[in-house]
């Protein structure tokens, strides 16, 4: 798949021209990931800049943590010291229990671009629960992207599914947690901004991560191996997450607008990790780093762990985030992948603004006029 960040800015700047003017004012935006992550280049880069060239805002913006890292970043954002930022909720499994649930599909989705689409409609149209969550913390959800799939970055080559045992693995969530215990790996909860400092000083062995990870988190120059075994995508998150007083002082045309680019930015995002992807793994050799393909023994046992998960799945979602309608939100998580497998399969998963056309038809533009206000 291709996407061209020129793309996304010329799409978001012709949408926000075309909104109402309002008076200037200062929006915070902030982000724990760095300039080169594919959040920052695919996504929020080019509505910032869209943003701004509107002449209604200017938008102060922090990368890298430097305002909000990733677990401050929750209770920054709904204290207002950001108006704007981005989230990953397996940091927040007490606030955000039901985010847990939509976390653990991650070996279920056929594409990135599904999952990005199942997670954002599941969310905004079938989940009051969900957005009741954000709510409570005075925050407003437009929206989440999706990783590609998640591979083995590793100190060390992973040939086969022994070689996973007494590895200290960062996990993403509660899914690849189980996953490591299946194979005897030890599972190592840290924010992503820590994986390149775990794996230099030995406190990591594996990073669980996109092969893109090893450029924009630089992991290339400590880990020299990287197993393309497909271990799902990681779509949990709220990519734009609004303050709830910032978002309740826009016009609904405003918000109407925002929101549209809420899409744009989330599809930009996703894209962008897929090219990521490719343009990393053609530059692996000369970084050093072996590109190793995973063995059958290793798909098998990992379609094994998948198909017995569904149940952990469900007594997990039940009996630690107690959730009491566990099972029925699967199958509508279920429903919806196999929705928008179909409408990506239909339109092209090339066809970037085909898709974002659906996106747009299917969830923003079913949502009232005064969501989130």
């Known amino acids: 798949m291709k996407m061209i960040a020129k793309w996304a800015t010329a799409a978001a700047v012709a949408t926000l021209v075309a909104a109402p003017a309002i008076a200037a004012e200062r929006i915070t935006a902030t982000l724990w990931v760095g300039p080169k992550h594919p959040v920052s280049v695919g996504g929020y880069d080019p509505f910032i800049e869209a943003v701004e060239a509107t002449g209604d805002y200017t938008v102060k913006y922090f990368q890298g943590g430097a305002l909000l890292g990733a677990k401050p970043a929750m209770n920054g954002i709904g204290d207002g010291i950001a108006d704007v930022g981005m ?26 671009v599904v999952a990005m689409a199942m997670a954002t409609e599941f969310n905004l149209l079938h989940c009051p629960d969900c957005l009741a969550e954000y709510e409570k913390q005075n925050l407003v959800y437009t929206g989440t992207y999706s990783t590609s799939p998640y591979t083995i970055i590793s100190k060390e080559p992973i040939r086969s599914t022994a070689d996973l045992k007494g590895k200290k693995m ?25 994986m390149f400092e775990g794996l230099d000083k030995g406190a990591l062995d594996i990073a669980i991560q996109a092969p893109g990870a ?8 400590t880990a020299k191996y990287n197993t393309l075994l497909n271990l799902g995508t990681y779509h949990s998150l709220s990519m734009m997450t609004w303050n709830a007083d910032t978002w309740a002082g826009f016009s609904a045309e405003q918000r109407k607008m925002l929101l549209a680019e809420a899409g744009k930015a989330s599809l930009g995002a996703t894209v962008f990790y897929t090219t990521s992807d490719e343009e990393v793994l053609a530059e692996a050799e000369a970084h050093g780093v072996e590109i190793i393909e995973p063995s059958d023994e290793m798909k098998t ?48 998963e090339d066809n970037v603004e085909g898709i974002q056309e659906k996106l747009q038809s299917e969830i923003y533009d079913k949502l009232p006029a005064d969501y989130g206000a």
């Open 87 to 112: 989230l990953a909720m397996t940091y927040f499994p007490a606030e955000f229990p039901n985010a847990q649930l939509v976390a653990d599909m991650g070996l279920s989705t056929p594409s990135n």
């Open 170 to 194: 960062r996990v993403p969530g509660s899914l690849w947690s189980r996953w490591a215990q299946s194979v005897g790996g030890i599972e190592v909860n840290v924010p992503s901004s820590e």
């Open 214 to 221: 090893m450029r924009s988190y630089s992991l290339w120059d």
């Open 301 to 348: 046992t990992k379609a094994e762990f998948v198909k017995g998960d569904v149940d952990a799945i469900i007594e997990t979602a039940e009996s630690q985030h107690g959730i009491a309608d566990a099972a029925a939100k699967v199958e509508t998580l279920k429903g919806l992948i196999e929705k928008w497998e179909a409408i990506v399969a239909e339109v092209g």
